[in-house]
């Protein structure tokens, strides 16, 4: 069997295992002197912030809000296109999530479509850099000044990535970082609430600090399960495991896709693994994976631009928007091409595995029906599709997934201009 190119990958240091037995020795796997060190070096990367480490991304959010002091019901605007947990973790912090659409072109809010969902009980604006690609910040910001509105930059996507030649995260009043196993910055799980202002950082980890400790067990899971994922996800394994279920489910119309997402559900009460810190353990992760950051954004890149260059030539691709003002992180490689579900059929066929919706058109999910409004952009996204580019892929592996896709884009784009020439 041809070995199969996963739609994810995971970067992950040498030695993990090694490491982590090392610090469970020493009886810092819970507490210890690397959480304050991580963050110590977070804020240095970033550089005028303060950062306080959480148990997930979107947690960070909660802190932020809750800091922040909003009135009870004040409205809070996110983009139409984002993962649905973003916005229910703002209706769990206590205020109403309202949903602006965005440019699909580059997946993100605009300017003009905040400015249309905002209220006068609007108190806060959430920029997703959805895909690793920065918000247009210097129009949002201008907009959240003459409005009065806070600014909370959701980086998740976007750690590495710049904004005007400056770091993503630093832009608005706070951001949220995220370090789930797939993330630019991989410490199986947790997150970083960054602020600028000293009194909020101070009410942050505050919040922060009340919560109780991890126990034993709820990190080893952690752990276990974010090394069972991107073990899964090699290609000399996924080839063996899941991809096999995807391939036979293709044929059958059947879409086990998402490997495994967390079920679309209601947040309140938080569960109880968001409300415990973040452990020693992956701060220690955290420390030496922000040394190989830059080294592993610029490969991704790299890997991006071979994709690029081979579909730049193929009719109909639209090809990822990269503003000259800003650079992309590339945690998605996100394009538009004619015959998009056969292209990933065909894809798929020969071993190299797509990705058609990463995040959710949150404006038509039940969650969310009651603030549900028109979104033409958002939904037209679903149209899009991800291609790997990210860090751990071979050379070979790269222009081999270049290859397979531009060869399979180029027919189903030959196939549709026939069509239109007999029509």
Known sequence: MLTAISRYGARVLPM??????EVEARGELIEGPQIAEFERAFEQRLGGVRAVSTSYGRMALYYILKAMQFPPGSEIILPALTFWVVPEIARVAGLTPVFADVDPATFNLTPATVA??????????????????????????ELAQQHRLAVIEDCA???????????????GDGALFSFQTLKPLNTYGGGMAVVRDPGLGDRVAALVAAEPPPTV???KKRLFQGRVQRISIRPQVFTWTLFPILWASSYLGANPDVYLWEKIRSLDPLPPDYTARYSNVQAVMGLLALKQLDTWTAETQAHAARITAALARVPGVRLPVVPSDRTHAFYQYCAYMPGRDAVVLECLKRGVDLE????????????????????????????????????????????????????????????????????
């Not at 993990?16 to 037995?21: C, F, G, N, P």
């Not at 996507?157 to 832009?171: F, I, M, N, Q």
């Open 16 to 21: 993990t295992q090694e490491l982590i037995a």
């Open 116 to 141: 249309r969902a905002i209220t006068p009980k609007t108190v806060a604006i959430v920029p997703t850099h959805l895909w690793g690609l920065p918000c247009d910040m210097d129009g949002l910001l």
């Open 157 to 171: 996507h976007a750690l590495g990535a710049r904004y005007r030649d400056r770091s993503v995260g630093t832009l």
């Open 217 to 219: 067990e709820m990190v």
């Open 356 to 423: 058609t919706l990463h995040v959710d058109v949150c404006t038509t999910l039940d969650l969310f029906s009651a603030f549900a409004a028109p979104a033409p952009g958002a939904e037209q996204t679903e149209q899009a599709l991800q291609i790997p580019v990210y860090e751990s892929l071979t050379p070979a592996e790269v222009d081999r997934v270049a290859t397979v896709v531009s060869q399979i884009a180029a027919r189903q784009a030959a196939g549709a201009e026939a069509v239109a020439a007999r029509g």
